[in-house]
């Protein structure tokens, strides 16, 4: 049996490092946005405008560890619930 309350945690503050840490690197080097949504995303797109402020630090981060807390929330609701 998986401990959730314990892995959500380590999933947010894995989720937070990661996010903070790609949104860091396209902050410094903003040529690295294209190369990571073709390569990355496989999507070839016009960035237009370079939009990099604390909000959209605060709301991204947001939306990705609910993204994550979901993903990981049903991971270990299958986890357990499948018998081996």
Do not use: E, Q
């Amino acid at each position: 049996m998986i401990n959730l309350k314990h892995l959500l945690k380590v999933s947010a503050a894995w989720v937070s490092i990661v996010y903070a840490v790609c949104f860091a690197g396209v902050a410094m080097f903003p040529l690295l946005r294209p190369g990571f949504m073709r390569y990355g995303l496989h999507m070839g797109i016009d960035m237009g405008r370079n939009i990099l402020t604390f909000g959209t630090f605060i709301s991204g981060l947001i939306i990705w560890n609910v993204i994550a807390l979901l993903a990981v929330w049903l991971f270990v609701t299958l986890f357990n619930s499948i018998k081996k």
